[in-house]
């Protein structure tokens, strides 16, 4: 089975800094690799996903991702922190194609993200 | 971007009661929904995946008897929890997908239920 881990529950940052959560994933085959923020009481929200192509990929609100294929990693970044980047951040691996069509993801156990002023 | 509503953001109710939560695609025809079940500060658990149509395919350990899910049609899940009891207190949040190989999921904005 397709798996990602986030080796960090909590990352602190001061606003303007760079930020990066962590994501490494264990697939078999060609990985298929999301990210998604989640704000309290509140569903997911996409951000950006690596199906193929540049290793560096842009999301929404300013986020990107960088696909390493020998470290087995993907990464989220961002050049300058917000206090409103302030959230819980999942790394997701699509397990399988459903039959019917889509993805059937596994998420990692998320990694919630304080920016301070 | 797709958006994708839930109905009701938050429900009490008391143990041995059933609760109904509607999960509907407002701008897009989803093929498939999914339900997930997410204690305080961890991931998501899925719970059941479910096609328009068909009948939803359950994961492992989550009794299809308790979670009903009916998939109506292409922009309507409902997830009714039977005889509610206090530990199925948690935030259930669904997802729906169109049938892209590529697609990512929208999801809802959860609906946290608390049984007494």
């Known amino acids: 089975a397709q798996s990602v881990a986030q080796p960090e529950d909590q990352v602190n940052v001061a606003e303007g800094n760079p930020l990066t959560v962590k994501c490494t994933y264990s697939?078999?085959?060609?990985?298929?690799l999301f990210w998604y923020v989640q704000y309290p009481n509140r569903g997911l929200q996409f951000l950006l996903k690596y199906i193929t192509g540049d290793n560096l990929v842009k999301g929404s609100y300013g986020f990107e991702a960088e696909f390493n294929k020998s470290q087995t990693s993907f990464h989220l970044k961002k050049p300058s922190a917000l206090v409103s980047d302030s959230a819980l951040y999942f790394c997701?691996?699509?397990?399988?194609?459903?039959?019917?069509?889509?993805?059937?993801?596994?998420f990692g156990t998320g990694t919630q993200l304080k920016v301070e002023l | 971007g797709a958006v994708v509503s839930q109905h009701p953001s938050w429900v009490i109710c008391k143990s041995g009661t059933s609760v109904k939560i509607e999960c509907r695609s407002l701008?897009?025809?989803?093929?498939?929904m999914f339900w997930y079940r997410q204690f305080p500060k961890q991931s998501l658990m899925l719970m059941a995946t479910?096609?328009?149509?068909?009948?939803?395919?359950?994961e492992q350990g989550v009794e299809k008897d308790k979670f009903l899910i009916n998939h109506a049609s292409l922009t309507l899940s409902t997830l009714t929890v039977t005889s509610a009891h206090p530990e199925d207190s948690s935030f259930y949040i669904c997802?729906?997908?169109?049938?892209?190989?590529?697609?990512?999921?929208?999801f809802g904005p959860g609906t946290r239920l608390t049984v007494l």
């Open positions: 697939v078999s085959g060609n990985p298929y």
């Open positions: 997701a691996v699509r397990d399988f194609i459903l039959t019917g069509g889509g993805n059937k993801l596994t």
């Open positions: 701008d897009f025809q989803a093929t498939t």
């Open positions: 479910s096609n328009e149509g068909s009948k939803a395919t359950y």
């Open positions: 997802s729906a997908t169109t049938s892209g190989r590529w697609n990512e999921q929208f």
